[in-house]
Nanobody
Framework: QVQLVESGGGLVQAGGSLRLSCVAS????????MGWFRQTPGKEREFVAA????????WYADSVKGRFTISRDNAENTVYLQLYSLKPEDTAVYYC?????????????????WGQGTQVTVSS
């Protein structure tokens, strides 16, 4: 089992920044890929970004490319999502997730472990 705990969400004005953190514990060796997703009421959970623990290969959704940065600290078992130039449409609950190797990194069904989520609200 892998436990994931997110933090760092909050209320920010449009154009502002936030940094989300996700601390992983438990059998972290089974989670070679860490991802961030977000969800708003009535909508499906959508992919934001993903990173590998080894090599730090990264992937981003087109909607956040150039504005968000995913990174990791292996020593702290922590993955970060830096959010820049925030827009009201970025408002959502942001979830951290973990999975093993493989394809379809943007597919929620391929992630085995999820955190409880952290709310990000961007005011206009």
């Amino acid at each position: 089992q892998v436990q994931l705990v997110e933090s760092g969400g909050g209320l920010v004005q449009a154009g502002g920044s936030l940094r989300l953190s996700c601390v992983a514990s438990g059998r972290t060796s089974s989670s070679s890929v860490m991802g961030w997703f977000r969800q708003t009421p009535g909508k499906e959970r959508e992919f934001v970004a993903a990173i590998t623990w080894i090599g730090s290969f990264t992937w981003y959704a087109d909607s956040v490319k150039g504005r968000f940065t995913i990174s990791r600290d292996n020593a702290e078992n922590t993955v970060y999502l830096q959010l820049y130039s925030l827009k009201p449409e970025d408002t959502a609950v942001y979830y951290c997730a973990a999975r093993g190797e493989g394809m379809n990194l943007d597919d929620t069904r391929t992630y085995h472990y999820w955190g409880q989520g952290t709310q990000v609200t961007v005011s206009s």
